[in-house]
């Protein structure tokens, strides 16, 4: 179990969003790079990074910022949002991110994902964000026909190292992770499933280490860490208790 903290960027500043309104976005840090090494200071074996406005644009739109992370931490990362195509996709890697996340074009493009992991196995993850049981995209402006498990099913025995699974409904609302419809998609796969998605607090992170939620590979916190409403030390003491057991 891995947990991940959550990098938002939005005009090259930290922001966390209410249920993925761009109009409700809250500053948390102006300097993301830094934000990032601290996370790195504090124990964390990866970092989640989002570029928020190229998930709307289609393309990357806070590249410097993302520059700067890779720039200060040693840790993997992870990024997406405005990952559409190949050039941009191996761009991201040849600068040093560990994996990339396809959201968007994993509906509009299924070929691509299945390019991308068969050229960079191991580095490419699935990103599916879901509003009331059906894929949102373009930023989560748009919602498909298309249902998670659906969507997940794509992408069986092609490669792929993650799906990333955010219930919109939840997100930055400090509500607590949907543990039902994530383990549901974790059943329906066999690709390891991340949680994400209204993480709030120490509670919920001794829920998903419950054996129920041991097929998980990991979760992604935002807010509550901002908020203070986790003690990164105290969560991942957890964990390691956890592993440890």
Request: net charge negative.
């Amino acid at each position: 179990m891995i947990l991940f903290p959550a990098i938002d960027l939005k005009d090259g500043r930290c922001v966390r969003l209410i249920q993925g309104d761009m109009a409700q976005a809250k500053v948390f840090s102006d300097d993301p790079a830094a934000q990032a090494a601290e996370f790195e200071t504090q124990g964390f074996a990866w970092i989640h990074v989002v570029d928020l406005d190229g998930a709307f644009a289609g393309a990357p739109q806070n590249a410097s910022a993302v520059d700067a992370i890779l720039s200060r931490v040693t840790v993997p990362v992870q990024l997406g949002g405005g990952i559409r195509e190949m050039r941009t996709l191996e761009g991201w890697i040849e600068k040093g991110v560990s994996r990339v996340i396809i959201g968007t074009a994993a509906v509009r493009d299924p070929a691509f994902v299945h390019e991308a992991a068969r050229r960079h196995p191991g580095k490419i993850a699935v990103g599916i964000d879901a509003k009331d049981g059906r894929v949102a995209v373009e930023g989560w402006a748009q919602t498909s026909s298309m249902t998670a498990e659906e969507l997940g099913r794509r992408f069986e025995d092609v490669g792929v190292a993650a799906i990333i699974y955010t219930d919109i409904a939840r997100d930055g609302i400090l509500k607590g992770l949907n543990i039902e419809m994530t383990l549901a998609l974790a059943h329906a796969v066999t690709i390891p499933v991340i949680a994400s998605g209204g993480l709030a607090s120490i509670d919920d992170v001794h829920r998903i280490l419950q054996p129920d939620c041991a097929m998980l590979a990991g979760a992604i916190t935002g807010r509550a860490l901002y908020d203070g409403r986790i003690d990164p030390r105290e969560a991942l003491d957890a964990i390691r208790q956890a592993r440890a057991a």
